[in-house]
């Protein structure tokens, strides 16, 4: 293991953060504003995909799909909150649980009927095609550097966005007492309509700039949707800070236990046996690390308190 | 009014009981992979096997399908389901190894007939075989190992290798490892499923590795070759046809010209056989099958030719006309071992361009007549 490796590996951790970071800040602020657990997150993530490939298929260009996606999750998810979510504020986990798992099938069977069972083609955008040279000699692709880059400045934009703004204001607000923000005449059915909207529009984009990278299928939100629920579990739930700390170690320690726990296997046993089991270690790593967090820290990182 | 509605319910009971005594119809139980990341290759298994039934014009097979979503659970279910509830004579259909693990065994010891359009893993072929499984496509091993001698032959070296941690993947590893005679730079197993390869194709790239082969099906393979591509890696790739379908290659695009893969079926093999299947298959889907697709048409003419000799409840009698595996295959020559699996050739293809996308080509014969390793290890 050199170390221009150990570095492109920490930037593939990082990266898959920033991925799982726009998942689940979206996730928190549901849960942490309206106490909702929303199963269907990882529609919207398919849904962002979903249109973007189709736009970036008719009009030939990237951006204008990336954004055309964006906005679609977001207005499905305006939608969703609208026609079905609204619903279940009152209702208990339970409830909440089974009807956005309803969601899901409706999403995967729509988008299937709607696109067919094929993945779709979707391809990195010409001008962030190819690699670039880092310090250590690293040669990354430029297209996940840009997707880093991009999950900073969103980070930082929704740090603003809560602790600057009005609406910032009236979530944090909503997050410690719903009744009384209510009471105040904070008109919390719109920003109720809005939080959710913005979740559904970052897994939208999250969505959108994966699929590039990977492959546009039905079904593709559900494992990153299990990865956003370790996250924001770990970081505590409602807690976008926690949901960024949380993002980025679930991040780092997958990638880097995919890599190491072979390695480290091989030291006392075969190298195809190593690699056998260093792989089925590491696909429970996270688990593992979400297990040991809970011992000590039983509400996540950074518990928000009610 | 209520007895009118006893006398309507014992009716449609009667009804429900007799309908099953019609003794010479034939029911087939078909299981597969409809949807997630891996349809496309139960959708072309389904399509092909379809395709050979509606072109026999027998009224008289039913075929049930039924979607496993790539869970082993809800295989098992809906095995159970097929043979104690439809009282189905044969079963077929899976495609992922670790659902055919779940499933079959227990199947064939219950006496219902099954034939693989895909899976087959190790197990099944050596100490878990069984009288009423065949195998029509190949064992897991035989495509990997294929490209294990030809990479051999083609002079390289110090070869990275690659498959996801399930059953067909460490076949496909021990495959390869068999008939390789070259160092390997790295043996890596990802999960089953797994979308995000940067690490490992970093992984590769800090190699020195002069090839790669990897076992990526579906979705997997997609993701795989569209980063590997991004990446600026310029080592070159192999594997076998499941990384490199039509469907894969057509979502990869130009990035897996050059790249070669073996098949114990290409759609421009020169067989009357062939032809046929390739032409009418083309005509009734628009797309060129993959090689998924002539395993499920393979698969249904097998049953076909049997049904001619005897009929599924003459168990010994169907067994023994399965076994001649008396049919036109798609793919050329094909008998099946002592264990029930194929012996055949296998084939090299090359993706070249064609028209506005890519497309596999024939370009010779890997291995000829090729059977598993693990034939001695079957007792029947």
Redesign the interface.
Known sequence: M?L??LF??LL?GL??GTMLFLMASGLTLVFGVMGLINLAHGSFYMTGAFVTAWVTGTTGNFWVGLLAGTLAAAAVGALVEFAVIRRLYHRDHLDQVLATFALILIF?EGT?WLYG?????L??PGSL???VTLPFGV?Y?L??LAIIGMGILIAIGLYLLISRTRLGMRIRAGENDREMIGALGVDISTLYTLVFALGAGLAGLAGAT?GA???V????GE?VLILAFVVIVIGGIGSIKGALVGALLVGVVD?LG??LL?DVFKLFMG??AA??V???IA?MLIYILMAIILIFKPNGLFAVKH | MKKVMNAGLGLLMAAAIAAPTQAEDVKIGMITT????G??LG?DARDGFMLAIEQAGRDDVEVLIQDDAQKPDVAKSLADEFVQRENVDIMTGIIWSNLAMAVIPSVVRQGTFYLSVNAGPSDLAGRLCHENYFNVAWQNNSLHEAMGEYMSTEGFENAFILAP?YPAG?DA??GF?ARYTGE?AN?????L?Q??Y???I??I??SGADSVFYFLPG?MG??FM??YA???VDIPVYGPAFSFDE?II??I?DAAIGVRNTSQWAYDLDNAANQTFVSSFREKHGRTPTLYASQGYDTARLILAALEVAHPDDKDAFREALRAADFDSVRGDFRFGTNHHPIQDIYVREIVASGDGVTNQLVGVAVEDMQDVYVDQCSM
Not at chain 1, 117 to 121: A, N, Q, V
């Open positions: 050199t221009s490796l492109e590996q593939n990266q898959l995967s299937r069972s094929s993945p779709l083609w391809n990195v095609a190819g690699s040669e692709p297209y996940r994966i990278l990977q492959s299928q039905v079904g593709m494992p990638t995919r890599v072979p190298a195809s690699s056998g260093g792989a089925a696909s | 409809l949807s997630g990341g349809a496309h959708v941690n460490t590893l021990e490892k390997l043996e890596v197993y990802t999960q499923g979308t995000d940067a690490a490992e970093a992984q790239r800090a979705g997609i993701a569209k980063q991004g990446s600026g469907i057509g979502a695009g």
